[in-house]
Structure formats: C-alpha cells, structure tokens
C-alpha cells in the first residue's frame, strides 16, 4: 500500500468527511410494512356480487393457480349467465400478474395491497378471494380493471343495415349480414365461457361454432350448429338471442354477436354443403316406423329432422300453402326473407320428410286417420290465433288480429289497407304488424299512419330495442302508458279507439296486474284496430273424444319433460308447452323427437325380445 | 237479470233490511253459496281443457264462503271486523272496460274469466254502496270489509287474466 | 460443458495443484452459479464455468403460454435488471405482429429501461465493492436501489418483477404525480455520486485491487462475444441504442461512455458514467412525457384468440449487461414457436471468465465475476 498514488490517498483530514453523515438521517425500514403503492399487486379481491363465475381468470393464468370452486348456496341463474362458482387461488402457484384481473369479463377481480403473509400451514396459500382480503382485514384496492389495462375488446363489430330511406316502403331484408372478415374478428372477441351454451333453451354448442368461425373454418361452424339446430339461417336472424343476455362480455361491454354469426356462418357455406354436413349423421336403415307430424312449423320440422336422421317415416301435415309456421307467416320479410326459410326447410326435406300443405287438421284429416297411418303423432299447431280485448266495439269488422294480418300479407291475399290504423301492444308482433302496415300504407298512399299503443313505458317495452328504434324511423308513432278502453264505432264506419292512461303494470310481487285512471281518456282516430296483445291455440280438431282422454293443465294439453301426452301415441312441442319463440320450439322439438324415437324403439325392441 | 237469480236490486234490499251484522254475513253467504253453485255447475258443462280453470273459480267462492262462515261464528264480529277494515283496498279499475259477456254455450277461457270478474266487481261494488250509505258502526265495518274482499278476489282474478289473455298462456 | 471429474485423490500424482468448488452459495458469486477452478497455491490456472442452478426452462415453457401469457415470465430471466427483458420479447412480438406502438407508450419504455439501468448498476457497485471488502458501498447501492424500486412500485404495481411491458405498448399509464417524483429521486442520486466517488471510485484500495485485474483487449472482446459495458471498457464505442437503434432513442441525446483499460477499473468506470447518462436520458424522458399524450397501448385483440402471424423476430435491447436478444419463432398460432434468449451475460459468465480467471489470483475471482456483470440468471434462463 505504501505505493499509493497520492491523489487517492487524500489529505490527512480525509477521514473527516465521515462527520458529516453524523447528523443524517438514516435510511432505516420499519419493521411495520409499509404501505403499499396504489396499483400494488397483492392479495386477491373479488366482489362475489359482480362475479359471474366465468372462469375466464383460469383460462389466462399463466400457472394455473386458479381453480373454480362450486358453492351451492350462490345463485345460479343460466338465463343472466351467473354461475354458483368461485375462483379460488394457489398462491403457492400464483405469480401475481394481474393478468386475471385485467381480462376478468365483469370486473370483480381486483388486487389490493396487502402482501404479507407468514405461516406454516401450507393449506393456508390456497385462498378463495372475497372482499374482504385474505386475512378479514380490507386493506385498499391495489391494482384493479383499467381502461389501459383491459384486455377484452368490449365493443362489437357492427351490422351494415339499409338506412330507413332505403327500407321504408319494401320488404327487403334490412340486415346486410356479417362478411367473412367481419365475422371471424367478431368471433375472436368471445372468450369460451360457455355461458351461451347453458342460456340456451335448445344448448346449441355456441362457444365449439364461435370457435370455428374464428379459426376461418365456416364448414365446421355449421356442423356445430346443426348438433342442435336445424334453423341456422332462422334463428341467425330472429331468434331471442338468450345467449347475448347471458354473454359475460356483455356485463360491461356489447355481447359477442352470436346470434349474427349464427347467421354468418351458414350464409357462407354453400347450400350443397350445409346439406351433406347436416345429413353426416344420418342413419343407413330405416326403422319401418311411421310418425305423423301436425304443423310444418321450427318445433314441428325440428322433430321431423331429428326422426327422419334416425330413420323413420315422416309425414308433416301443413294448413297452410308453405311450410314454416309464424316463422313464415308470423315474421314480416323485412326481417326474415322466405328464401332463408325454403334453404333451411330444403335440407330438412333432404333427410326424407315429407311435407303435405294445404292439409288442415280437422278438416282435410282427421286425428283419426292421423293415428291409423301412424305409429306416433305430434302436435306442434302452435298458437295461431289471436287474442281480443274484447272491449265494446271490438267485434266491429275493421278491428283485426294482427297474427291474422301478417299471415295474410305472407299469403299475399289482400286486404283494404287503411290510411290510419292503430296497433293495441308492446311486445315484437305489435311492431311487425305495425311496421309491415306501415310500408303498405307507404305504397299505397305515399305516407304512414300507424300509432302502437303500449301499456308499458319507453324503457320496459317488451318489443326488441332494434324494432322501437327502427319503427320510430320508419314513420311508426309510439305511445306508451296507455290501454284500450272502447273502440269508437259511428253508424257502420270504425272511427278510432279511445283509451285510458296506465298508471302502472306490475303489482308489489311482479305480477302482470295494470292499474288504470279512466279519468285520463284520449281518443285515437283510425280507420283499423289492430290487436296485438296475445295468443291461442285453436285445438278443436282434436274432436270430442280425444280431448276427454287427454289430461290438461291450465288450458293446456298436460306433457311430461318430453312432451309426451296423457295418451301413448301423442306427443306435443312448440308454442302449444312452451314460448312462445323459436328456439324454444326447436328445443321441445329435438324432446319429443327424443321421447318418441325411444317410445318405438323401445316397442320394437320389446317385441323383438318375445 | 243475471241467471243465479242474484238481483241487483232484491240483494240490495236485502241487505239493507238485514238488522244484525250475522243477518248481513246470513245473506252475503247465500251470496258466495249461490255463485259456488254456479261455477260447480258450470264446470260440467264446459270441454275439458276449461275445467280445470272453472273448478278453481268455484274453489275460491267455496274459500270466500268458509272465511265469511269464520266472521259469523266469531263471538264478538264489531272487533275483528276493526282490524278488517284498517287498509283500504285499491281498485286498479281495469274491469271497467269489460263487458259482462254471455256466457252461452261453449264460453272460451276469456269469456269466463270475464264473467268472473264482471261478478266480483258488481259485489264489490255493491258492498261499497252499502257501506257509504250506513253510518258509522260495525254494520258499515262489515260492509267496508265485504267490498274488500271483493276486491281483493278481483284483483287475483285480474291477474290470471293478463296472464292468459294477454301473453300467449305462456 | 463439461462436468469437471472428480478423481480419488489417493490415484493421484503428488501435485501443488488442487480444485476448488466456488460456488453456488459462495457469498462472491452473483447470483447461483458455480466456478470450478484449479489452483496452484493462490493462482488459478484451470477454471471451469458450471452453471445450470438458474435454469427454469423459460424458452420451453413459453412455447406453451399464449403471447400475453409470456408477459409474466419474461421479467424473471433476468433478475436485477428485468425491463430489457420485457421489451425486447415485446418488441420482437411487435416486428412479428406489424403492431405499432403508440408514441407515449415509447418514452415510457425509454423511462422504464433507463430506470432499470440505473437500478442495475447501483446493484453492481454495492457487489462490486463487496468483492473488494467494502461493505458500506453494498449497502449504499441497494438502498439507493430500493428508492428507485418504489417508483417502479408506483408505475406498475410491483417492484422487481413489473410485468409492465406488454406487446403493443404498456399496461398502464403513469400515475399522478410520479414524474416529480422521479425529478427529485435524480437530484437525490445526484447529491449521491460524490459519495460514491468518495468511498468507492476515488478509493485507494479499490483502484489498487480492480486495476489489471481481469484485463482484456478490445480484440479479445469483439471475439469473445463481448457486449455492453464489458465491451465499452475495452474501448470499443459499441451500444445497441446506437448502433440499432429502437423506440425513440434516436430522438434522446445521450454519450457512449468507454475507458480503454479493459480491467475492472474501467469496466465499474463505465458504468458510473452510464448511470450520469442514463439520468440525462431520464430527464429527457420526464419532458417528453409531459408533453405527449395518447394512449399507452395500441388496440390488440381477445388474449385467448390472438394469432400472430406467421414469421420470426430479432429484437435486441442494450441492458445493463449488454445486448440482450429475444429471438422469437411464430408458426402462425396463438402460442411462440420457439424462443430464444440471447442473454447478455451467456459470454460473460461462461467463456470470458473461464479465459479471465486462468493467471488470476483466488481472491480476485469474485472480483472478476461481479466486473464482468454476469449475471447467472440470463445465463441459465
């Protein structure tokens, strides 16, 4: 050392310097842990009320420390997509990325900022994260959803639609569809939670053919589609989307649009192909079993698919001249063209069914006959009468059932189309019946006059957002809070319909119970009144007989969970148990498909073991 | 004049003759007895898939009668009937645009319920008639209580109504 | 790398030459690694690098995460300086995918990784002068890490492991607040160096211990596969920011510091001028931020339905240790096909400290890892 350079030795005084960290404060941690930052990563939170028990967090955890954990007394509400399920965390596991939290689909999941635990019991690092953190002691939020930090896509691509000038006075379809780009980047969007799948009332495998679209294989799309539903391009288009209400995306965001790739998937694929998918499953043999099918509509044909593909006879009877029951007769063109309907039909008929039209039950065959040619008969007539108010005035010739006016422009028979109607109700055919008016009137007179009465204020309608909306642009006028009183009647001439103001709907338990201040009394001029405000079934063809055999429920033939009747050879599905829409049809359709295969084959096999 | 031979006008002076509060329930339960008798009646004439919903109606006048039978039985009617009469009943007054229909031969689910519902507005009416023109006691009580009970029954009856008529029977 | 034998030493010749394990717990070495030397008396004249205690199986995991999965592994390759790591898998995602990174979210990067820097080799100097025996340095180091690490803590929720940068720009945007924060975190840094001056870098027996000691020349280096501040030492004025450069770098003004001594003097001088140069950059960087706004992230789609395209990536960053690379593979799914992590320290702690420490003496061998900055981790990955 003695050959230190100078300048690194120093002066003597060099050791001074050390004086003046005397009175320094020193850098010394607490021993208390100090408080964390404000987006620390600690210990899990989640709000037990917003989450959903998706399992999107088990999906993204990149150690999979997170395992779903069933709770029995949580509610459980497929329809709202809510799951009596739980994350629970391995923090032996966990490396605190946040991943789970930034891609959490309801926002529950969240970090707070404790960090601190210290214990033995290794059973202890396993946690199930609620509010209240993980030792009880609710230290703040830490790191939690962010707008930056989100990794969902919340927004929706959007469907190109004619614009109301376009659309006014035609039954063009108003929705363009979803091109192939479109769809597979709105198919990425949905996360595999399967809360579609279980909303659904016929549990179409909507996450395997979301999955498909987005992987660019449309083929594969429609054979997932068609495990369950054989009116792709019908329910692509009209159905009830219960699924969408379900969609966890949807709890912040805009619902993956399963119902338009529905849509997307089978319009891309050509026609020959969706037949040869749709009839993979078909059986080689026939079984040599007959069943005879009363309704051409979505629970009729369903059933008939299904029994068809497994082998047996069907026969469809059919009133009307084409098949396809309120989907065809019942939705107006603009928002279902026949042509999807007849595709969808074509590949049903493609597996062997036949379908006799013009043949009304009742009248053209009887149930007699129906049972002599037939090992099994289903009914799926549907509801295809309307219901009246039957206030005064309502038998006048000019106030009309709107079910009965839609068929008749279906049929294309034509009816005096009046200046100025008014549509009694709020639900989805008030607005077809009302909307398809409108484009008539628009023809004919070059302007609209329709009002919609409904008894339920602007944000209850019971009617599709979409139809308000659209209707108001098309002229349609809406008035809500109000119920038919009587309808005005002056010599032979309709001259409108008076009504009082609804002050409310519902009673203390939810009930469907209006209450009413007939001292508040308007009068709606209009030359026809239309009544949209439910419906009947018309089941008289069932002949005396039969309806004393049969058990009934409420007004209703009584059916088992398959739709099989009080009497052996008779089934029933569609809006005759259940609904009243399509894919609630279709579910009861693929039932009794299912009860009726295994009642004839049970038969068979019963005989075969003598 | 209605068929069960029920006048508005004779069941009016009847009651308003009637003296005592257990001459008022006497009649008032013929009143339920009568109305039981219809429905009961009633259901055997109509097709099946009605019948169910005929039987339930009687059912109800068959309850009315055994709750009006209690009031009579209890020893002391002016106190029980007290309590009664606190909350009064609200008339959602959606009836009134109903007419009484006919019922005929083969009467439909609406028709009947119509029907229904046209009666227990007419009682309850009634009733609140009564009650305006007595004075204040326990004969006014009881009418008061009448007129809700009738109310009350309406009002189930109104909601079984929308459920059927105005939603598809879902 | 071969597993140094262990004969019976009743089988062998009489020797003045015996084999020492140094390491893995050895207090000298950095982080898990092992040294296996031959000694004659105090000189070394065999060393055989023996690591593999890090090795987590990064590149053979990730092949099996989604491409936001990564995100939360990548830091943990190297453990003092984590940032580079991030952003160069980050990047190299972004040259696969042809995602833009917004402009803010590109001086942020630029804070994060100087910041990092700056951590880094604060980290260095403390071990650095524990190999020499001054303690107080370590733990001046750290501390003045640890201020720097509350930042971190503050920007994005953790404080080593930030898991911050993510393809297509950054988590989160600053906080309120942070960028005054970092303003008076400098000045305090800066009141600091003379200190560090003082105790370490003015310090007689330092500058007798470091210089000479593990010398090498520039040639030496460049065939090595010499990079960073190891390289700069030699003087060679190489820098990936430079010669390469990435995010908005070319827009920051900045120095390449070198010293021509090639020993571990120079080396610890070059890193005392990065960590002036790096607050330089951090300033700039702070100016910046106040003005650019924006988002911090470009548009990406659902994790769980992301196909990148198909194609490969080399993105590499100038950590504190060197080129740091990510090589990524992409077959056109939704997970990597093959990654590849060139850490900066792979040379450093293999064959440059295998040919450094041969002629070195047994109580400078510590002294040598440490200068070189290898860094066990980035090694073993």
Same mark, same amino acid.
């Given at each position: 050392m003695s050959d230190i350079a100078p300048k690194y030795k120093g002066s003597m005084l060099r050791p001074l310097k050390a004086l003046s960290f005397l009175f320094r404060e020193p850098a010394t941690l607490p021993m208390r842990p100090r408080p964390a930052a404000k987006v620390y990563r600690g210990f899990h939170l989640n709000d037990w009320e917003k989450c959903v028990g998706c399992a999107t967090c088990q999906q993204i955890c990149d150690n999979d420390a997170i395992r779903m954990v069933h709770i029995p007394a949580l509610p459980s509400d497929p329809a709202k997509g809510i799951r009596p399920r739980r994350p629970a965390i391995d923090y032996g596991r966990c490396c605190w990325c946040a991943l789970c939290v930034d891609i959490c689909p309801t926002g529950s999941l969240s970090m707070s900022r404790e960090y601190i635990h210290?214990?033995?019991?290794?059973?202890?690092?396993?946690?199930?994260?609620?509010?209240?953190?993980?030792?009880?002691?609710?230290?703040?939020?830490?790191?939690?959803?962010?707008?930056?930090?989100?990794?969902?896509?919340?927004?929706?691509?959007?469907?190109?639609?004619?614009?109301?000038?376009?659309?006014?006075?035609? *039954? /063009?379809?108003?929705?363009? @569809?979803?091109?192939?780009?479109?769809?597979?980047? &709105?198919? /990425?969007?949905?996360?595999?939670?399967? #809360?579609?799948?279980?909303?659904?009332?016929?549990?179409?495998?909507?996450?395997?053919?979301?999955?498909?679209?987005?992987?660019?294989?449309?083929?594969?799309?429609?054979?997932?589609?068609?495990?369950?539903?054989? *009116?792709?391009?019908?329910?692509?288009? %009209?159905?009830?989307?219960?699924?969408?209400?379900?969609?966890?995306?949807?709890? $912040? @965001?805009?619902? !993956?649009?399963?119902?338009?790739?529905?849509?997307?998937?089978?319009?891309?694929?050509?026609?020959?192909?969706?037949?040869?998918?749709?009839?993979?499953?078909?059986?080689?043999?026939?079984?040599?079993?007959?069943?005879?099918?009363?309704?051409?509509?979505?629970?009729?044909?369903?059933?008939?698919?299904?029994?068809?593909?497994?082998?047996?006879?069907?026969?469809?009877?059919?009133?009307?001249?084409?098949?396809?029951?309120?989907?065809?007769?019942?939705?107006?063109?603009?928002?279902?063209?026949?042509?999807?309907?007849?595709?969808?039909?074509?590949?049903?008929?493609?597996?062997?069914?036949?379908?006799?039209?013009?043949?009304?039950?009742?009248?053209? %065959?009887?149930?007699?006959?129906?049972?002599?040619?037939?090992?099994?008969?289903?009914?799926?007539?549907?509801?295809?009468?309307?219901?009246?108010?039957?206030?005064?005035?309502?038998?006048?010739?000019?106030?009309?059932?709107? =079910?009965?006016?839609?068929?008749?422009?279906?049929?294309? &028979?034509?009816?005096?189309?009046?200046?100025?109607?008014?549509?009694?109700? @709020?639900?989805?055919?008030?607005?077809?019946?009302?909307?398809?008016?409108?484009?008539?009137?628009?023809?004919? *007179?070059?302007? !609209? &006059? %329709?009002?919609?009465?409904?008894?339920?204020?602007?944000?209850? #309608?019971?009617?599709?957002?979409?139809?308000?909306?659209?209707?108001?642009?098309?002229? =349609?006028?809406?008035?809500?809070? $109000?119920?038919?009183?009587?309808?005005?009647?002056?010599?032979?001439?309709?001259?409108?319909?008076?009504?009082?103001?609804?002050?409310?709907?519902?009673?203390?338990?939810?009930?469907?119970?209006?209450?009413?201040?007939?001292?508040? !009394?308007?009068?709606?001029?209009?030359?026809?009144?239309?009544?949209?405000?439910?419906?009947?079934?018309? %089941?008289? *063809?069932?002949? &005396?007989?039969?309806?004393?055999?049969?058990?009934? /429920?409420?007004?209703?033939?009584?059916?088992?969970?398959? @739709?099989?009747?009080? =009497?052996?050879?008779?089934?029933?599905?569609?809006?005759?148990?259940?609904?009243?829409?399509?894919? /609630?049809?279709?579910?009861?359709?693929?039932?009794?498909?299912?009860?009726?295969?295994?009642?004839? #084959?049970?038969?068979?096999?019963?005989?075969?073991?003598? | 004049m209605p068929r069960h031979g029920e006048g508005h006008e004779s069941a009016h002076d009847k009651l308003k003759r009637a003296q005592t509060l257990e001459e008022i329930l006497e009649t008032a339960l013929g009143f339920e007895a009568t109305a039981r008798d219809f429905y009961a009646e009633l259901a055997g004439r109509v097709s099946k898939p009605l019948r169910e919903l005929v039987e339930e109606l009687a059912e109800e006048e068959k309850e009315h009668y055994r709750l009006f039978s209690e009031l009579k039985a209890n020893p002391d009617i002016a106190g029980a009937l007290k309590e009664l009469v606190e909350r009064p009943a609200e008339d959602h007054r959606f009836s009134d645009f109903i007419q009484k229909p006919d019922l005929g031969e083969a009467p439909d689910d609406q028709a009947i319920l119509q029907y229904a519902l046209a009666r227990e507005d007419a009682a309850a009416k009634q009733y609140a008639a009564l009650a305006q023109s007595t004075p204040e006691g326990p004969v006014r009580d009881l009418f008061t209580h009448l007129a809700k009970e009738e109310l009350a029954h309406k009002a189930e009856l109104e909601k079984r109504y929308y459920e059927i008529v105005h939603s598809g029977g879902v | 790398m071969t597993t140094p034998q262990v004969p019976d030493p009743a089988t062998l010749a009489p020797s003045e030459e015996y084999d020492l394990y140094f390491g893995p717990n050895h207090p000298g070495i950095e982080g898990n690694y092992s040294v296996r030397v031959r000694l004659k008396g105090d000189v070394i004249c065999q060393a055989v690098a023996d690591g593999g205690y890090l090795h987590r199986g990064f590149e053979k995991i990730m092949e099996d995460r989604l491409w936001v999965q990564n995100i939360a592994l990548v830091p943990r390759i190297c453990v003092p300086d984590p940032v580079p790591m991030e952003e160069s898998y980050a990047r190299a995602v972004e040259m696969i995918g042809g995602l833009e990174v917004p402009l803010r979210a590109q001086w942020i990067r630029v804070l994060m990784l100087e910041l990092s820097r700056i951590c880094a080799h604060l980290f260095t100097f403390g071990g650095n002068a524990a190999t020499i025996g001054l303690y107080t340095n370590m733990f001046w180091g750290v501390t003045m890490r640890d201020l720097f690490l509350d930042i971190f803590e503050e920007i994005t929720g953790a404080r080593i492991y930030h898991i911050y940068i993510t393809p297509g720009g950054v988590r989160r945007d600053l906080p309120e607040g942070v960028l005054e924060r970092i303003e008076a975190l400098l000045v305090e840094l800066e009141e600091r160096m003379p200190q560090f001056e003082d105790l370490f870098f003015n310090n007689a027996v330092v500058i007798d211990r470091a210089t000479g000691t593990g010398r090498m020349s520039a040639e030496e280096a460049l065939a090595w596969g010499v990079t960073g501040p190891n390289l700069r030492a030699t003087g060679v004025a190489s820098d990936v920011r430079r010669d390469d450069p990435y995010l908005v770098y070319p827009q920051v003004d900045f120095d390449i510091v070198t010293e021509t001594g090639g020993d571990a003097l120079a080396r610890m001088m070059v890193r005392k001028g990065e960590v002036v140069q790096a607050v330089k950059i951090v300033r700039q960087a702070i100016a910046a931020l106040r003005k650019v706004g924006g988002p911090v992230r470009c548009e990406l789609p659902n994790p769980l339905a992301w196909d990148l395209p198909a194609g490969d990536a080399y993105a590499r960053t100038e950590s504190s240790k060197g080129e740091l690379g990510f090589y990524i593979v992409s077959n056109g799914g939704p997970r990597p096909y093959r990654v590849h992590v060139r850490g900066a320290s792979s040379m450093h702690a293999v064959q440059v400290l295998e040919k450094l420490l041969v002629g070195s003496r047994i109580e400078d061998v510590a002294q040598i890892m440490f200068s070189l900055d290898a860094c066990p981790p980035e090694v073993d990955r």
């Open positions: 210290v214990s033995r019991d290794v059973d202890s690092y396993f946690i199930l994260p609620d509010e209240e953190g993980m030792h009880g002691v609710r230290y703040p939020q830490g790191w939690a959803k962010d707008e930056n930090a989100d990794l969902l896509d919340l927004k929706r691509q959007e469907m190109p639609e004619e614009p109301p000038q376009e659309r006014a006075d035609n *039954f /063009s379809e108003i929705c363009e @569809g979803y091109d192939p780009q479109t769809a597979m980047l &709105e198919a /990425s969007r949905c996360i595999q939670c399967g #809360m579609c799948h279980d909303a659904c009332p016929a549990h179409m495998h909507a996450p395997e053919y979301i999955r498909a679209i987005f992987e660019g294989d449309f083929e594969k799309s429609v054979a997932e589609i068609y495990r369950t539903n054989p *009116f792709p391009q019908v329910c692509g288009r %009209v159905c009830t989307h219960r699924c969408e209400t379900a969609c966890s995306i949807g709890k $912040r @965001g805009e619902p !993956v649009a399963i119902r338009w790739l529905k849509r997307a998937a089978v319009d891309n694929v050509p026609q020959d192909r969706t037949i040869a998918i749709a009839l993979k499953d078909k059986a080689k043999t026939k079984t040599g079993k007959r069943v005879a099918i009363a309704g051409a509509g979505p629970a009729g044909l369903t059933a008939a698919f299904d029994l068809a593909k497994l082998g047996h006879e069907v026969t469809v009877y059919e009133e009307k001249p084409r098949p396809g029951g309120m989907m065809r007769y019942g939705i107006p063109e603009y928002r279902l063209p026949y042509e999807r309907i007849d595709a969808d039909i074509a590949v049903i008929e493609a597996a062997g069914v036949k379908i006799r039209c013009n043949t009304k039950l009742g009248r053209d %065959v009887t149930m007699a006959q129906l049972k002599g040619q037939a090992d099994a008969v289903l009914l799926s007539t549907g509801l295809n009468k309307g219901r009246s108010t039957r206030i005064p005035g309502s038998d006048h010739p000019q106030v009309r059932a709107a =079910v009965d006016l839609l068929a008749r422009i279906t049929l294309g &028979e034509a009816f005096d189309i009046p200046a100025s109607a008014v549509v009694i109700g @709020g639900g989805n055919v008030a607005f077809d019946i009302a909307r398809s008016l409108a484009r008539l009137q628009r023809r004919a *007179f070059g302007k !609209v &006059e %329709v009002t919609v009465l409904a008894l339920e204020e602007r944000d209850k #309608m019971l009617a599709d957002e979409e139809e308000v909306i659209e209707s108001a642009q098309e002229g =349609v006028k809406l008035i809500n809070g $109000r119920g038919p009183k009587q309808v005005v009647i002056e010599g032979d001439a309709l001259k409108g319909l008076e009504t009082v103001k609804c002050l409310s709907i519902f009673d203390e338990q939810g009930r469907f119970h209006p209450r009413y201040d007939e001292t508040d !009394v308007m009068f709606h001029p209009a030359q026809m009144v239309i009544e949209a405000i439910g419906q009947m079934s018309d %089941v008289s *063809f069932l002949g &005396e007989d039969l309806t004393e055999q049969l058990e009934w /429920s409420r007004g209703r033939i009584r059916i088992d969970e398959a @739709g099989r009747t009080s =009497v052996p050879w008779l089934w029933a599905a569609g809006d005759l148990v259940k609904g009243p829409d399509v894919i /609630s049809a279709i579910a009861t359709g693929h039932a009794a498909a299912a009860s009726i295969h295994a009642a004839l #084959m049970g038969e068979t096999e019963a005989r075969e073991a003598k | - | -």
